[in-house]
């Protein structure tokens, strides 16, 4: 089942709370675990109403709905208990998420439909644990993690755990691009900065919406000033992907990154032509990149492949052929192949975003 054909009864109302049955108050023990994580400047969550929880069956459709498609699967399906509220603004939305053990799978996106988001995640009480891409994480209170909607990942927390979640369409986040597939699966902390902030924010949001009627121009202030922070944060977390390099090789990173993408029609694109167009050694190039989850050659068949279901996506092209040949592969046949390997569908049916 797609993510757009759930059934009406769990369908998302803008700046709806999502309940069901049988109760239980959380409030005092969501405040208590949480005052630690947002110390020493005094911020903390705030403390919510009493809420009514979701069982194991309902709480896979409220999953699904308020994200995308997610296997799920409990430890103890008869004795699951989940809370999830969930504000929708514009085009973010934010959650705060309350469940024992549970393990999701989101696996490859189906042709006929797809989500192009991330959520960032953040674990207030217990450790959650993330796979994507050959990358794992175990992400504590008072860090975060992006998952990318468009690649298949594994989440799961082994104990009961309250967790923020922001779900922001990509689209809103074009110039933050290279640093959301650098960053990807990799825990960061909020101690400090916009993230501690945001972390405020999402929390200040929640409860606004879940108090009072808003207008749609409140709604818009509150989601520019949200994506806003989102920005900051993606732009400046205390703990990046090159926490251990200094800031010339960060420059250097930059400077190899912006001409990879100005010459990816290059089917001849060597380490020693970037080396040498960076001014850097070939040595030295790959040495930044051994800090990194991937290498030189694997990051740059990732961009050609993103590149191209961009250009598919817009459908701004004429032949398969012609796409190939921008982001850099002279043979269709080998082109095709990998990109369905890597998005699980063709060139020819990869969907538009209209």
Request: hydrophobic fraction near 35%; charge should be positive; glycine fraction near 6%.
């Amino acid at each position: 089942m797609n993510a757009n054909q759930k059934p009406n009864c769990y369908q998302n109302t803008s700046h709806q709370t999502l309940l069901t049955d049988k109760t239980k108050d959380i409030a005092a023990h969501d405040l208590s675990m949480n005052k630690n994580l947002l110390s020493p400047s005094g911020l903390e969550m705030p403390a919510t109403e009493r809420m009514q929880t979701l069982g194991a069956f309902d709480w896979k459709y409220t999953i699904n709905e308020t994200y995308f498609d997610l296997d799920v699967s409990f430890r103890q399906p008869n004795k699951f208990s989940g809370f999830l509220q969930h504000a929708k603004l514009l085009e973010i939305g934010v959650s705060h998420y309350h469940a024992n053990t549970v393990h999701y799978n989101r696996g490859r996106q189906s042709s006929g439909y797809i989500d192009d988001s991330i959520l960032i995640t953040f674990p207030m009480t217990s450790d959650v644990r993330f796979t994507q891409k050959g990358r794992q994480l175990t992400s504590k209170p008072g860090q975060f993690f992006i998952e990318l909607s468009s690649l298949p990942y594994e989440f799961y927390h082994l104990h009961e755990a309250s967790l923020y979640v922001i779900k922001v369409p990509l689209a809103l986040l074009t110039t933050q691009m290279g640093t959301i597939e650098r960053q990807f699966a990799r825990s960061m902390s909020i101690d400090e900065g916009a993230g501690r902030l945001l972390v405020f924010q999402i929390g200040q949001i929640l409860a606004l919406i879940h108090n009072n009627q808003l207008g749609d121009l409140e709604i818009k202030i509150l989601e520019q000033q949200l994506l806003n922070l989102i920005v900051l944060t993606l732009s400046a977390p205390k703990e990046v992907m090159m926490s251990c390099s200094s800031s010339i090789q960060s420059v250097h990173l930059k400077r190899i990154e912006n001409y990879v993408y100005l010459h990816l029609e290059n089917s001849a694109l060597t380490p020693a032509m970037v080396a040498a167009a960076c001014h850097i050694s070939v040595r030295y190039l790959h040495k930044l990149f051994s800090k990194l989850p991937y290498s030189f050659s694997e990051w740059v068949k990732e961009l050609r492949l993103k590149q191209a279901n961009h250009i598919l996506k817009t459908k701004s092209y004429v032949t398969i052929d012609e796409v190939a040949h921008r982001v850099g592969y002279a043979d269709q046949g080998y082109f095709s192949r990998i990109y369905k390997q890597h998005f699980g569908y063709s060139p020819r049916d990869t969907p538009g975003t209209g």
